[in-house]
Structure formats: C-alpha cells, structure tokens
C-alpha cells in the first residue's frame, strides 16, 4: 500500500487519470460508503467530477456543470495537498473546464475541446 492509501483509492485515481470515469465512481464508492469521517465529502467529490467528465464525453452539458460545481464545492474546503493528492492544482483545471463549458452553454455553441485534468501526488508524480 503505498504511503498508507487504501489501495481502492490508487485504482480509483489510476482509474480517472485513464479516463475510465464511470470505474472511477464505481471504485471511489466503495470507500465513500465506508467513509464516515473527515474524508467522506473529499471522496464524493472526486466522484461527482469523475461523473461530471463522464457526462461531458456523452455531450451532456449541464449535466458535467452541476456535477462539477458540485464535486468543487466539496473539495475546496480541503488543503492543497490532501491525502497525498495535489488538490489546488486538479481544482484548478477542473474550474477552467468549468468555465469554459458554461460559456459555451451561455453562448449556445458546441461541446469545447478540454484539458482533462490528471491526479497527481504532491511531489508531482502520477498515481496511475
């Protein structure tokens, strides 16, 4: 187990950095159901943003909006590097997308191309 991470958690990780989105959910559930501590709410999180770029590559819209936002709301109350995560910097593509999606919406215009956020430990390696 690396660092002392429930190995599920690495998957999941492994899982959304390969763009296996719906895995991801199904994998980081199975913690998220455990969890009943501080963490439960960093683990819906990431679930909800996993979801929200499963919904963006079905063309749904608002659909990857509300999950997004919702998914940030619920980590950015956590540290910049949280469970050996670097946090700030995945928010902050996360949030980027967002932007663009809801501008396109505003605008009426086509599903934008997008730079998917990866989940990075702090020092900068990958996970996956």
């Not at 187990?1 to 719906?22: A, T």
């Not at 109350?77 to 996360?94: K, N, T």
Request: net charge negative; charged share 25%.
């Amino acid at each position: 187990m690396r660092g002392g991470l429930d190995p599920r958690f690495l998957k999941g990780i492994d899982e959304f950095n390969r763009g296996l989105y719906f895995e991801c959910h199904e994998t980081l559930e199975e913690i998220w159901l455990e969890e009943h501590g501080e963490d439960r709410e960093f683990y819906q999180g990431i679930i909800q943003i996993a979801a929200g770029y499963l919904k963006w590559e079905q063309g749904v819209m608002r659909g990857a909006i509300k999950l997004w936002r919702a998914g940030l709301a619920k980590i950015d109350v956590y540290p910049a590097h949280h469970l050996g995560v670097d946090l700030a910097v995945f928010a902050e593509v996360v949030r980027k997308n967002l932007e663009e999606i809801e501008a396109t919406c505003r605008a009426g215009g086509d599903l934008p191309p997008i730079t998917v956020p990866v989940l990075t430990l702090a020092d900068g390696a990958s996970l996956g």
